[in-house]
């Protein structure tokens, strides 16, 4: 498969919820380049789906396995270099690493990678441009224009553009512009709400953690619950942010 590969790695050793019981069928990691084409081409002609986990991906644990390849980018999408036209950053490379770097402040306490950043969306705004792959090769466009079937390895961001970083573990993405969530989850009178070991954060309502031995069952249902309240409560429907890990696909 072009990378180092395990057959039936634990999901709970990669994902920050743990809790997870179940395996990803094969788990890859890919140094460069060349190892990620030849693992996507091999998963093309055996038209075995391919799912992105980036490390500590920002994810939902799910209640059993998942088939196909769970793929890790690995050292060779780690780097970060300054360039005349901004920060050259591999989307494996922590949000949190990425701070300290560049001296980009914003980013400190956020979780998960730049390839996270990426699919959450709020880093577009800092993106000069994106590497990806795309079809059956490599291209290196301006910004970071939406294309399902391309897979962004490294970009060019700007620190001194505002972003608003999504805090690790945050279950809901931002119900829209004229309504900001944590207000809207104060107005339903949600915090420190627990189901056996899952809870949301006490700091913050927006956030879900696992105290211990939380279930993908128990974590689900505590999100299904908050949603149920603010519904309720304000008449708004709060999209989920916490999905299963990675994204499948065929590139």
Not at 11 to 21: D, E, G, K
Not at 195 to 216: H, M, Q
Request: aromatic fraction near 6%.
């Amino acid at each position: 498969m072009g990378g180092l590969c395990r057959e039936l790695e634990p999901i709970a050793r990669h994902l920050p919820l743990r809790s997870s019981p179940g395996t990803f069928e094969r788990w890859v990691e890919v140094a460069n380049d060349e190892a990620l084409v030849a693992t996507l081409r091999a998963a093309r002609a055996e038209k075995v789906a391919v799912r992105v986990v980036p490390p500590f991906g920002d994810a939902l644990p799910p209640e059993g396995g998942l088939p196909g390849i769970a793929l890790r980018l690995g050292a060779g999408f780690e780097g970060i270099e300054k360039t005349d036209s901004g920060w050259k950053v591999g989307a494996a490379v922590p949000l949190a690493q990425l701070a300290v770097r560049a001296g980009w402040h914003a980013l400190r306490f956020a979780g998960g990678t730049v390839g996270d950043a990426l699919l959450d969306g709020w880093i577009l705004p800092a993106v000069v441009s994106t590497r990806r792959f795309r079809g059956r090769g490599f291209e290196t466009v301006e910004g970071c224009p939406p294309e399902p079937k391309a897979l962004p390895v490294e970009v060019v961001v700007n620190p001194a553009v505002s972003v608003k970083p999504c805090r690790a573990g945050t279950a809901f993405t931002e119900p829209g512009k004229r309504t900001e969530l944590r207000a809207t989850l104060r107005r339903a009178r949600l915090s420190e709400v627990r189901l056996y070991d899952a809870a949301l954060a006490e700091d913050d309502a927006a956030v879900i953690v696992n105290r211990g031995e939380a279930t993908p069952k128990q974590l689900r249902l505590l999100i299904q619950a908050v949603r149920e309240r603010v519904r309720i409560a304000t008449g708004l429907e709060l999209d989920e942010r916490l999905v299963a890990p990675g994204r499948a696909g065929r590139w």
